[in-house]
């Protein structure tokens, strides 16, 4: 995936959180675990984009 696609995703998905945030009315409880769950799936998917995930998947602490 060409990194230029990857940074319009970003955007989007910003932008749509930001609107979500700002005109949608929702208890603020509600607001922080909704950012926290779409912060963790980009992460998740920016990861997987550069082939990381296999890595931190296969991680094993110990012997």
């Not at 230029?4 to 005109?23: C, D, E, H, M, Q």
């Amino acid at each position: 995936m060409p990194l230029i696609n990857v940074v319009i995703a970003l955007i989007v998905v910003g932008v749509l959180l930001w609107l979500v945030n700002r005109y949608i009315p929702m208890a603020g409880s509600i607001k922080s675990i909704l950012n926290a769950v779409v912060v963790i799936a980009v992460v998740i998917w920016i990861l997987k984009v550069f082939g990381l995930w296999s890595y931190i998947t296969n991680f094993r602490v110990g012997s």
